[in-house]
């Protein structure tokens, strides 16, 4: 990281210093929140997928503009039984098989939202970078394989996500599936994870061979342990990455939301400044992506639109969950539901943007980070200006808030409150259109459903 990208840190972190007298108000912290309890009712069969859905065109994008705050405040309510159907949802199992389960919701609060209506079509620009690029790029291998930039995963069909249970990785739904029918990618879908491993000239690799042999029936291990654990997938000619050096402060003071994400970052290069170096992992040691396939994939009815459709719901469903054959040790980032109580003040996410994580002709694996404020919000829509590229979607975005009641000082979590969709056109005020990078916010009926997919169990998912 440059000094210029230094002391711009220093500066927000400055900035965030305002926050601190404030930080035991309700707006700055997690709160807790009844919610309704989703049940199956009714699950049947559908034909097997064609696998013949069109990717989103990562130079120009869709060409839909999105109805806006005001475009939404003028549409009626929506009724209990367009909610339980919205939240109805399909799984797709990896042998192609797939399933339509329909939900009842109890004690759901009325939504004060409608449909998203769409405005003429529109051409529009790739996902931006707005003004200086604002983006890190974390390549250092201590940061890189360790809690939060950990969490962020690649999808084997170019996007990111986000680990939300040992078993389960959150990203958008259109990184699989067009609204209309899956992506030939996510036939043989499989999530990525930056680990350390130390290389073993071909004693791993023999063990590899040999359970490969002996118990054919766990294929995600083969691909775990063996000669994919490298910074390639589907042709990319990307070779492992190196580790890096760095130094961790010991007793970082975790205080303002935010100031630890992009706080590593400016540690990092005052230690380096400083002189004070220590090699972050040891020369045999590299951060390298485990692939792992998926078992099942699960996406909101919300998302998929009807033949007949000409109005949709998908831009505010735009996510899905998938399944992994076997969980994974390293920890992962709770959900959560921002609190109310005010507007969002400032949002976060890594992910893997192509033109800077894994395309440096080095073939060293990177994730990239960025934080933003958020320039308007809807009951299920954020619009940011957070700077993005291809790859990024799918990306959990997160914030930094106080846990316990309020009054008490608490500690300091992170939670994922949405998932980043990508650069769209917007009505806003007075019909204009305005372009913005956007992102898909968790709800409470939205968490219970994605509860609902972790855990099977209502009795789990009752409160936040």
Request: hydrophobic share 30%.
């Amino acid at each position: 990281m440059g000094l210029s990208h230094f002391l711009c840190v220093l500066l927000c972190a400055a900035a965030l210093t305002v926050f601190a007298k404030d930080e035991n108000h309700a707006a700055y912290r997690w709160t807790r929140q009844s919610l309704p309890v989703l049940l199956d009712a009714h699950t049947e069969p559908l034909n097997t997928p064609l696998f013949g859905g069109q990717a989103e065109d990562e130079e120009r994008g869709g060409a839909k503009t999105l109805c806006g705050i005001e475009c939404q405040s003028s549409l009626p309510p929506m009724d209990h039984t367009e909610q339980e159907r919205i939240l109805g949802y399909e799984t797709m199992f990896e042998n192609g098989t797939r399933t339509h389960t329909d939900i009842s919701l109890q004690g759901l609060n009325k939504s004060s939202g409608g449909a998203a209506a769409h405005s003429p079509a529109r051409t529009r620009r790739k996902r931006q970078v707005y003004g200086a690029d604002g983006r890190f790029v974390i390549s250092d291998s201590h940061f890189i394989t360790n809690y939060p930039f950990s969490t962020a995963v690649r999808l084997s069909t170019g996007c990111s996500g986000v680990l939300i249970s040992p078993k389960h990785v959150l990203t958008a739904a259109h990184c699989i599936h067009d609204g209309r029918d899956y992506l030939e990618g996510a036939r043989r879908l499989r999530v990525g994870v930056l680990q350390l491993r130390t290389k073993r000239r071909g004693g791993g690799r023999r063990r590899g061979g040999q359970r490969r042999g002996g118990r054919r029936g766990e294929g995600e291990e083969q691909e775990v342990e063996e000669g994919e654990e490298q910074n390639s997938i589907d042709g990319d000619e990307m070779r492992r990455g190196k580790g890096g050096k760095g130094r961790r402060r010991r007793g970082r003071r975790e205080g303002e939301q935010g100031v630890a994400d992009h706080g590593k970052m400016g540690e990092l290069e005052k230690g380096r400044q400083r002189g004070r170096i220590r090699r972050s992992a040891e020369p045999n040691k590299q951060p390298v992506f485990r692939w792992t396939r998926v078992k099942q994939t699960r996406i909101p009815q919300g998302w998929i639109q009807a033949k007949s459709s000409t109005n949709s719901l998908s831009p505010d469903y735009d996510y899905a969950v998938l399944e992994l054959r076997r969980p994974l040790k390293q920890k992962h980032m709770e959900l959560g539901v921002a609190p109310s109580a005010s507007p969002l003040a400032r949002i976060h996410f890594s992910g893997y943007d192509a033109d800077k994580s894994l395309l440096d002709g080095r073939g060293n694996a990177k994730v990239v980070y960025r934080f933003c404020s958020v320039a308007n919000e809807s009951g299920d829509l954020m619009y940011q200006h957070c700077d993005a590229q291809p790859g990024a979607t799918g990306a959990g975005i997160y914030v930094r808030l106080r846990q316990g009641e309020e009054g008490r000082k608490g500690k300091w979590q992170r939670r994922v409150i949405g998932v980043f969709s990508g650069h769209q056109w917007v009505e806003v005020e007075g019909g204009e259109q305005r372009d913005f990078n956007v992102a898909v916010r968790i709800t409470p009926p939205k968490y219970a459903q994605i509860c609902h997919w972790i855990h099977g169990d209502p009795s789990l998912c009752k409160e936040i």
